[in-house]
């Protein structure tokens, strides 16, 4: 089965200091993955994906995320935290055994950025 | 363009009732999903559909059924609620079967 696993809860970063949200996945084949962030109250806000090329995937917002096959893993991270980027964050893979459009999703990570 | 939009945003019902839920796509998405977001089991995939046909369904008893029409608007419903239906649902639209999906707000529901 496709999986994703968020190892933390919750990340404390201080304001304009580096973050990272972990992820690491579980699929067989090629990996179609995703990062979802979610504030209170909203829905989930794509982030940005991973299908194919490049290891470093750059998205919205300042966040960028890198895909590491050997380590099956696709860390998110943003050079300088703000504190407005205290949110739920999601990763998430396309479950390509069920086909289409089924997304698994990881627990979720809450950032915390403090002024 | 216009994001997903779901209504209503917020809903209250009693056990045993049944709620039909809307999603509207962005303009010129085929695809619509919908999922449960529980504290407790987090983000599920509860179905998918394409042109009017379901593709893809998740781990949910027959209760939770959905349709989708000409339009792509699409309708889920739980029949007979129970309180364990209590949760945030989601719709995301896609325009084919590899791209991205986008997230409406969702319709917070919540059975007494």
């Known amino acids: 089965a496709q999986s994703v696993a968020q190892p933390e809860d919750q990340v404390n970063v201080a304001e304009g200091n580096p973050l990272t949200v972990k992820c690491t996945y579980s699929?067989?084949?090629?990996?179609?993955l995703f990062w979802y962030v979610q504030y209170p109250n909203r829905g989930l806000q794509f982030l940005l994906k991973?299908?194919?090329?490049?290891?470093l995937v750059k998205g919205s917002y300042g966040f960028e995320a890198e895909f590491n096959k050997s380590q099956t893993s696709f860390h998110l991270k943003k050079p300088s935290a703000l504190v407005s980027d205290s949110a739920l964050y999601f990763c998430a893979v396309r479950d390509r055994t069920a086909g289409f459009q089924k997304l698994v999703f990881g627990t979720g990570t809450r950032l915390l950025v403090s002024p | 363009k216009a994001g997903v939009t779901q209504t209503p945003r917020y809903l209250i019902k009693t056990r045993g009732q049944q709620v039909t839920l809307s999603c509207s796509p962005i303009?010129?998405?085929?695809?619509v999903s919908w999922y449960q977001q529980t504290p407790g089991q987090g983000l599920q995939f509860l179905f998918e559909y394409f042109s009017e046909t379901q593709r893809n369904k998740g781990n949910f008893p027959g209760r939770f059924s959905g349709r989708q029409f000409s339009n792509s608007r699409s309708e889920m419903n739980v029949s007979t609620l129970e309180l364990g239906d209590s949760a945030l649902y989601l719709c995301?639209?896609?325009?084919?079967?590899?791209?991205?999906?986008?997230f409406g707000p969702g319709t917070r529901l919540l059975v007494l």
């Open positions: 303009s010129g998405h085929r695809s």
């Open positions: 995301a639209s896609s325009p084919g079967e590899v791209e991205t999906q986008y």
């Open positions: 991973y299908i194919t090329g490049d290891n």
């Open positions: 699929v067989s084949g090629n990996p179609y």
